[in-house]
């Protein structure tokens, strides 16, 4: 990590006094990563939030939804090309920025699930203070570059926040006990999981499974990259690839008191569940909801 980077994220932690401070002037919006639930009781944890001071609270699963839409498009038109790096990891990304440039062409220009939410949010919810809140620290790096984010908190932040305010572990209070927002997806829910977004993208029609490949890890990820020849990667169309080894359930600002294994399960778990039983909560988040909103970014 460069000097930049690290003054940037220096800058990002020490805001974290800003937040701890809701204003009474501002309107606060969380998205909450789909990770989420490896780590907290759902749907606590929404009531948490809210006792905390967020009056919205709301997934990122749709902006996951939004992003494969877009992914989709650009791989039904162009996967040909070349070899195809999935870009919703802002450590891969910066990786491919300082050690591989020639890749950057590679990176697929769609927003990550991040990125796609706050533009579905500053749709949907105008006027409110957008805070994701993840297990990783380079997506401050992502919403600084973005400007559509206001702030981005670490779930160790988040409990640092939880105890500082004296939010209880257990909500009871009727007032904040209310789930997500609208909008909402069930699917891509496991997006947080190493091979996350290949398997929500419905790609059967556009590729095989032979032509993508799922992998993760540094170590991983950079033997792949260093592999690449003339833009391609072997055989392969699609790389599905993410910086921590098993996904963003085991990103660096994750709370370990569960193993990975556990992790995982939970996060399959929730799905699930949720797909059984709050599918239609009103929440449903479909692509008409996002019409007029441009998914696409550069690298
Ligand atoms: S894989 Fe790790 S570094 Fe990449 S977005 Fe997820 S948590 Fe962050």
């Not at 309107?27 to 967020?54: D, H, I, Q, T």
């Not at 796609?116 to 409110?128: D, E, I, N, Q, T």
């Not at 997806?185 to 997006?191: A, E, L």
């Not at 479909?286 to 970014?297: E, L, M, N, Q, V």
């Amino acid at each position: 990590m460069n000097l930049k980077n690290l003054t940037l994220i220096i800058e990002y932690i020490n805001s974290i006094k800003y937040i701890m401070d809701f204003d009474k002037q501002n309107k606060y919006l969380c998205m909450l990563a789909p990770s989420f639930v490896s780590m907290y009781e759902y749907p606590n944890v929404v009531y948490r939030l809210r006792a905390l001071g967020f009056e919205k609270v709301v997934e990122v699963t749709f902006g996951a939804k939004m992003t494969n839409i877009s992914y989709y498009e650009i791989l039904k038109e162009k996967k040909d090309e070349k070899t195809w790096i999935a870009s919703p990891c802002p450590t891969l990304v910066n990786l491919v920025r300082a050690k591989y440039p020639h890749l950057i062409p590679n990176l697929v220009p769609v927003h990550s699930p991040m990125g796609s939410m706050a533009l579905v949010c500053k749709k949907h919810f105008p006027g409110y203070k957008i805070v994701f809140v993840g297990p990783c620290i380079t997506k401050k790096l992502e919403a600084k570059e973005l400007g559509t984010v206001d702030e981005v908190l670490t779930f160790k932040e988040l409990n640092d926040l939880f105890v500082t305010k004296k939010i209880p572990e257990k909500i009871t209070d009727d007032r904040y006990c209310i789930t997500f927002d609208k909008l909402y997806n069930d699917y891509t829910k496991v997006y947080p999981l190493s091979g996350g977004l290949s398997n929500t993208l419905q790609y059967e029609n556009i590729l095989k499974k032979k032509d993508i490949l799922v992998t993760d890890g540094i170590k991983n990820v950079t033997k792949v990259l260093d592999g690449f020849k003339d833009g391609r990667y072997k055989q392969y169309r699609f790389l599905d690839i993410l910086s921590c080894e098993g996904g963003c359930v085991n990103g660096p600002c994750m709370d370990y008191k569960y193993p990975l294994k556990e992790r995982i399960k939970r996060v399959k778990k929730y799905k699930e569940y949720a797909s059984r039983y709050e599918k239609d909560l009103g929440r449903t988040g479909r692509k008409i909801d996002a019409k007029g909103i441009d998914f696409s970014r550069k690298f």
